[in-house]
């Protein structure tokens, strides 16, 4: 078993990026759709009608309206980091970069099929007036191909392109 404790950044970084970011898409879409339903109906049930209660129903239907937009916004700028970061803790041999162009290739074709997926799920008649609402997750998953090859190639420079010294390799100015 693989342990993901001592993980480093490698070829399926980008690839674990790409159905991260589709899952948290789908899932905060989903979330923005049921909660202002559910605040809807608390509000429609006067169960509570304190000024308290309407007050924390005005916060929840707030969270499903522009939170989830943050939130997804934080996911993703925190998995573009991660992987840059992680990118800096392998030792890879020049001679895998052509390994890395196939598998960006490969990651880069199937964010197509996610982004085209997104898509149709979004463009349900359920969902359209919610997806109007999270600008944010609509635009990133519009545009997930450009960013997944925008992102694959920063990897791949910072995999390639660091110096051997960080590693204990051979030191300039070291006889």
Do not use: R, W
């Not at 522009?66 to 041999?93: D, E, R």
């Not at 944010?136 to 992102?151: D, E, G, K, P, R």
């Amino acid at each position: 078993m693989i342990s993901l404790c001592f993980k480093k950044g490698d070829l399926p970084d980008m690839l674990i990026f790409l159905v991260t970011v589709f899952t948290f898409a789908i899932g905060l879409l989903v979330l923005s759709f049921v909660i202002p339903s559910i605040a809807d109906g608390l509000y429609g049930a006067g169960l509570n009608e304190s000024s308290g209660g309407y007050d924390a129903i005005e916060e929840l239907s707030e969270l499903g309206a522009n939170g989830m937009q943050k939130g997804f916004f934080f996911l993703f700028v925190g998995l573009v980091m991660s992987t840059m970061i992680t990118s800096f803790l392998t030792k890879t041999h020049p001679i895998f970069l052509f390994m890395y162009i196939f598998f960006l290739g490969v990651t880069v074709f199937l964010g197509g099929y996610l982004g085209n997926a997104f898509e149709q799920f979004a463009s349900s008649p359920v969902l359209v007036d919610t997806l109007g609402s999270q600008g944010l997750i609509s635009a990133v998953m519009q545009n997930i191909v450009i960013i997944t090859l925008i992102v694959g190639a920063l990897s791949m420079i910072i995999v390639f392109a660091k110096f051997s010294s960080f590693f204990g390799g051979p030191k300039q100015g070291a006889l």
